[in-house]
């Protein structure tokens, strides 16, 4: 009885060991919500009331933020629809991408290269908006088909494991072309179908691109 005794005791003992030496399993860290932002962005008044004279001051908008102020959006509209006209109907980003996208020589004789990036239709990759918010490179985002320029995103971030990381949009901020007025685009009453595209326009030495 006392060997029974004495063996279970050491088994507890054992087993309260082997589970002390065992550590909890890491779990998914959600960090505090965070902002990233242009502070203070001035979107070009586009020159006639269309989508596609919106779009083209939001690409001189860019194209100002990286130092290069060479272009008019009557530029942008000559080569994209052969004349200074209105365009009603829902924006085109390829046509925009193939109209922007190429090689220039500005008038300080510095020769660059334009390169769109476009997705079209619903954005699954939020960090990219992050990114982008943080070097100060705003987006043109088109919401339910209306062309906006995105100023800030209210996100969450998560951690996992192995350290990868995800984000959750929350609110994003959206100027207005028409107006400069903020639209809010609210995660717990808007749909993220809303959002049918984005484009933007980075600027580089054209080897780069080569």
């Known amino acids: 009885m006392f060997r029974r005794t004495t063996l279970v005791a050491l088994f507890i003992v054992l087993a309260a060991s082997a589970f002390a030496g065992k550590k909890p399993n890491p779990t998914l860290v959600k960090l505090p919500p965070a902002i990233a932002q242009i502070e203070g962005l001035k979107v070009p008044t586009p020159q006639q009331s269309c989508p596609n004279w919106a779009w083209a001051a939001a690409v001189n908008l860019m194209l100002t933020r990286q130092g290069v102020t060479d272009f008019k959006q009557s530029d942008w509209i000559l080569k994209a629809n052969g004349g200074e006209v209105c365009i009603e109907t829902p924006i085109d980003l390829n046509a925009v991408k193939k109209a922007i996208d190429g090689n220039y020589t500005l008038l300080d004789a510095r020769k660059v290269h334009l390169e769109t990036n476009v997705i079209v239709g619903t ?88």
Do not use: C, W
């Open 123 to 210: 954005p699954q990759d939020m960090g990219y908006f992050i990114e982008s918010l943080q070097k100060g490179r705003p987006l043109l985002i088109l919401l339910q088909g209306k062309p906006l320029v995105l100023q800030s995103i209210e996100y969450d971030e998560y951690i996992y494991p192995n350290n990868q990381r995800m984000y959750e949009a929350r609110k994003l901020t959206l100027i207005d072309p028409y107006t400069n007025k903020a639209t809010i685009f609210d995660k717990l009453t808007d749909a993220s179908t809303d959002i049918t595209g984005v484009l933007e326009v980075r600027v580089g030495p054209i080897e780069h691109f080569r």
